[in-house]
Every structure is written in structure tokens, then in C-alpha cells.
């Protein structure tokens, strides 16, 4: 079986400036958005999909402080058997005109494909009481928290 | 231009206890996975999929405290342009000789196609300051806090 999706829009980045650029037609599916602070991004990781890298399951140390061998479902990792990203992303405004959401940041590349967007909603998204393996509980605990940390220091694979 | 994936596995529901059976080849792919307490499952409304449903924008009155009309995009209904589903679930066991995730909870139906599994990360997924519309502050402030949540008396849409 295979599913098939049809993007919504592009991510676009300008000058340093972060938007998803939806197309026309689905614009009006964004009524009420505005009121969220923060929204969820369905996109997908068009720059790491091919039949090799769906079919890549184990991966050689991708966390520089973690074990020797970690499975691609237990990363973020964009090489995977269906490349579907999530980011969660601060809603910074939401232009009518040019059919734009202006996010505070996404990590993704200008171009890529956006397949959904979702409000979030922390009595679906938040979990309180987290456990992560030793290796990365130093991570930020929040996305807020993320300023500043040097995650140049934690992966070797692409970050999402 | 259309994505294509492949589900790796599906949901199981017996006895009231929540599954995600893998297919086989991809089980190695949850390598360490099991230090991890959540997990986000994005999986396909396949119950909720068809031409009709992907080309409906607006809602009428979906929240029963919420406003007229809501866009899809501002909900988490399974009515939407692309039809995914993005829960986060905690990880309560990993069964290696049947190759099943086994869950807390998850809101999908037995049999619905698992796209993807990713670790849930705070640094990525978990907002510490959010802002809602006025209508929905009263929901749960994080996953933990649903239980006892009466949602029947929220949504005039099928839950997701």
C-alpha cells in the first residue's frame, strides 16, 4: 500500500526571514490560525529521499556523545523509511496578501514541500514528565530553551 | 508534484491495550528507541480520506465554544488537505520477538497505517510558553493533564 500526499505550500526563506508560502487554493483552510502562538509543520525531507536512504535502518554513531549504533526511527534524523518532517514553529504573523505564514524559524531548506500545518495544542503535544537516554539528557528541555545551545557539539548526521 | 510513502507498520488495538505492529524489515530501525519514554507516531487518517475530504477548507462551528467557521489548518481534524496524523504517545514496552511498540494510548483506530516514529525531544516538540485563542485556554496544558478532560464537551468533529 502507498499513500500519497500533495504538498500545500513551500517553505521560503528570504534575507533571514522564515515563511511557508502556501498555495491559493488552501489559503482560506488558515481561518483561526492567527490566534495560535505556536504551529506544527508537516514537511517533507525532499532533499534526503531516495530508494537508498528509505531503505536505511541503522545508523554508525549519529550522536557524538551516544552509543555506536542508533536505529533511524529512534532519531530525527532525515534519512528514514518515509522522510516526513515535524518542526514545531513560533507563528510570527500571518499575511492575507501574499498567502504567507511568517514563522519565527523552521529548519528546513528554501523549497521545501509543506504537506501540513496543525495548530499545537500542549494537551496533545506537551509532555510534562519526559525520560531521554542518559546520553542526551542534557539537551534543552524546551524549544525556548534551545538559544544558544550548541548542537554543532551533539550530532554527526544532517540536523533536522 | 505528489509524495509517496509507504506505511511501516500499523496500529493494533486488542483488549483495550494499544499497539504499533511493525513490518518486520523496518523493526531494526527502533534500535534504542526504548530509553525514550514518548514518542510522536505520525500515521494516515485512512478512514478519513477521499477526494471530497481533501478539498474541504472550512468548518462550520467545530469547537462548541469556539467561533462560526474554523479553517482545517487551525484544527487537528482528520478532514484535511493531506490526511496525516501526528500523536505523541508514551512508549510503555518494545517487544523484539513480535515486533510491536507497545503504547500508552493512541487515538487511531486498530489497523490505521503507521507512516513514521520519531523520539519526542523537549528541545523540539515541547513549548513552554504558549498562547491559545480564548476559547480553547481552558483545555489540558500538557498530555498528562487529559485524563478526566471531558472532550465531548469540545468538538462537534470527529477527535482525532
Redesign the interface.
Known amino acids: 500500500?502507498?499513500?500519497?500526499?500533495?504538498?500545500?505550500g513551500t517553505v521560503k526563506i528570504e534575507d533571514g526571514w522564515y515563511y511557508i508560502e502556501l498555495k491559493e487554493?488552501?489559503f482560506?483552510?488558515?481561518?483561526?490560525?492567527d490566534?495560535?502562538?505556536?504551529i506544527?509543520v508537516?514537511w517533507?525531507f525532499?532533499l534526503y529521499d531516495s530508494e537508498e536512504s528509505?531503505n536505511y535502518?541503522?545508523m554508525d554513531k549519529p550522536y557524538k556523545k551516544?552509543?555506536e549504533?542508533?536505529?533511524?526511527?529512534?532519531?530525527?534524523s532525515p534519512i528514514?523509511?518515509?522522510p516526513?518532517a515535524?518542526?514545531?514553529s513560533r507563528l510570527a504573523a500571518v499575511d492575507k496578501q501574499k498567502h504567507r505564514l511568517e514563522l519565527g524559524y523552521i529548519d528546513a531548506e528554501d523549497g521545501t514541500?509543506v504537506?501540513?500545518?496543525?495548530?499545537?495544542?500542549?494537551?496533545?503535544?506537551?509532555?510534562?514528565?519526559?525520560?531521554?537516554?542518559a546520553w542526551?539528557r542534557h539537551?534543552?528541555?524546551?524549544?525556548?530553551?534551545?538559544e544558544g545551545?550548541d548542537w554543532s557539539k551533539e550530532f554527526n548526521f544532517p540536523a533536522?
Not at 500500500?1 to 500545500?8: A, E, H, R, S
Not at 490566534?35 to 505556536?38: I, V
Not at 504537506?115 to 537516554?133: A, F, N, Q, T
Not at 539537551?139 to 534551545?146: L, T, Y
Request: hydrophobic share 40%; proline share 11%.
Open positions: 500500500m502507498l499513500v500519497t500526499f500533495n504538498p500545500i487554493k488552501f482560506e483552510a488558515t481561518l483561526g490560525l490566534e495560535f502562538s505556536h506544527q508537516i517533507w525532499n528509505r535502518f541503522v551516544g552509543p549504533k542508533v536505529g533511524v526511527l529512534a532519531s530525527r528514514r523509511p518515509n516526513i515535524v518542526t514545531v514541500p504537506l501540513d500545518i496543525k495548530p499545537y495544542h500542549p494537551s496533545e503535544d506537551k509532555v510534562r514528565d519526559v525520560v531521554m537516554p542526551c539537551w534543552p528541555d524546551c524549544i525556548e530553551a534551545n545551545f533536522e
